[in-house]
């Protein structure tokens, strides 16, 4: 693929280099991120809206991805530390349909329906298959975005999810939780074959999203001068500690210890009681929190978060809160200090955005 040198500098972000520094900074535990974004006051170029498309099209197609995305890009206003990123997830776990995973488009995500059936000991070892459709399409999405980008952009990588969320879509959810009381060991080691084709497919991607200092970035809104990438688990809302030592975590431990920068993905209350296990993951970086109820209303900076934030940054991680709103900016980094916190939220006007972030800079 011919791109040209890899991004140093960011044409849609004028002061790149010093959000940059302060995303640095957060994942070292010593900085605060504030992504914050507004509708533009006027757009960054003039680009006309993406056609109609099929759910085809809206998720796998490059050529009306790039329209869209860069439609959507150009009339973003990108406040704080926030940077014009392409977006190029399709599934709920792009890894899914790279190991064999059926794909199923709805509007509003790309679902992965199992392909191990019983019993689940005679489907071959698990690998990446570079010949199916939505590896194709992602690696063709993912070079049309970089040579697109002429220094607007940077490009994230598809979310590829691992670990037992993979094996559950594999699988199916209520198979698994009967697999990991009756088949432990088949657990364990269909894991370790996943995490051997994230790897393999994580290094693809970054080779070609890579920017000029060497780093990436991922869903989430996050970026790193190294490998980086948000990680997760969200079926051990199904199983508690023990589960977790003994098949998530040796695995989730493996993938941090091998990327440079990690955020994992805490989805909802239900997995709480994981998170001493978590927080037990030394080469882990930081935790985000998901509110199960924030899409009906619930928001991530409420003061019923603080608490765990609090215990979060006490264990030496960095935290990402999500969703938080505008007037709760302030109010959470009151309670919870800047250092090792990065806020997503929006604003109503650009000039919104541009008076939050100067108010901001005084908790740095």
């Known amino acids: 693929m011919s791109s040209g040198p890899p991004l140093l500098d960011l044409s849609w972000k004028e002061d790149w280099a010093a959000a940059r520094q302060h995303h640095l900074d957060w994942w070292r535990r010593a900085g605060l991120v504030l992504w914050i974004t507004a509708p533009r006051a006027q757009p960054a170029m003039e680009v006309p809206p993406p056609p109609a498309a099929s759910l085809e099209q809206r998720w796998y197609d490059p050529a009306w ?6 439609y959507s890009m150009s009339r973003c206003y990108y406040g704080g530390d926030s940077f014009p990123l392409f977006s190029t997830v399709s599934a709920a776990g792009d890894l899914g349909p790279y190991l064999g995973c059926p794909l199923r488009l709805s509007a509003e995500t790309v679902w992965c329906d199992p392909c191990i059936p019983d019993p689940p000991e005679r489907y071959p070892p698990i690998g990446l298959d570079r010949r199916t459709w939505a590896w194709r399409q992602h690696l063709a999405m993912i ?3 970089v040579r697109a980008s002429g220094g607007r952009w940077l490009v994230m990588m598809p979310d590829l999810v691992e670990n037992v969320d993979i094996l559950a879509a594999m699988r199916g959810p209520q198979a698994l939780m009967v697999d990991l009381a009756d088949r432990p060991e088949w657990v364990a080691s269909k894991v370790a074959e996943i995490n051997v084709a994230y790897f393999e497919a994580f290094s693809v991607f970054a080779a070609l999203v890579r920017d000029g200092y060497g780093g990436n970035s991922f869903c989430f809104n996050i970026w790193g001068p190294g490998r980086t990438a948000k990680v997760q688990c969200d079926a051990c809302a199904m199983f508690g500690p023990a589960t977790f030592r003994r098949v998530v975590a040796p695995a989730l431990t493996e993938q941090c210890a091998w990327l440079d920068y990690s955020l994992y993905h805490l989805d909802g209350e239900d997995c709480l009681p994981n998170l001493d296990e978590l927080l037990a993951i030394e080469p882990l970086d930081a935790i ?6 924030l899409a009906v209303g619930d928001s991530g900076g409420h003061p019923r978060h603080w608490e765990l934030y609090r215990r979060i940054l006490a264990a030496g991680k960095s935290v990402q809160a999500i969703g938080v709103r505008f007037e709760e900016v302030l109010p959470l980094l009151d309670a919870c200090g800047g250092k090792g916190m990065f806020i997503v939220t ?19």
């Open 65 to 70: 991805r790039l329209r869209q995305q860069e």
């Open 288 to 293: 985000e929190w998901t509110p199960r109820r």
């Open 143 to 145: 070079e049309m975005a």
């Open 346 to 364: 929006s604003a109503p006007t650009e000039a919104d955005a541009r008076r939050l972030s100067e108010r901001v800079a005084s908790y740095r």
